[in-house]
Nanobody, 119 residues
């Protein structure tokens, strides 16, 4: 019953911006750290960013540091990923998951949202 719905992906030109949203349900959202992952065709899935339960602590992959910002609104059960200065190498399907579920391999991946950076 733990569910995430990712949205906001689109085709965008290099240098552009997007904001992804992750709407969560089926659990007490404010108790859990949340992570964004991405996967490009033929490549392994990689951690992009994560945020602590209260939103006080964040971590980013080196490849997106300074360009992406993860945030959350616990009142709305939603996590966001603001993506600026987008590059073609950011092209991927983006997923959100509870961090503990990824670590323990519990649950499953959702459908994600497609981000394509191209001119």
């Amino acid at each position: 019953q733990v569910q995430f719905v990712e949205s906001g992906g689109a085709l965008v030109q290099p240098g552009g911006s997007l904001r992804l949203s992750c709407a969560a349900s089926g659990f007490t959202f404010r108790h859990y750290a949340i992570s964004w992952y991405r996967q490009a065709p033929g490549k392994e899935r990689e951690l992009v960013a994560r945020i602590s339960s209260a939103g006080s602590l964040t971590n980013y992959a080196d490849s997106v540091k300074g360009r992406f910002t993860i945030s959350r609104d616990n009142a709305k059960n939603t996590v966001y990923l603001q993506m600026n200065s987008l590059k073609p190498e950011d092209t991927a399907v983006y997923y959100c998951r509870r961090s503990v579920d990824v670590t323990s391999r519990a649950g499953s991946w959702g459908q994600g949202t497609q981000v394509t950076v191209s001119s």
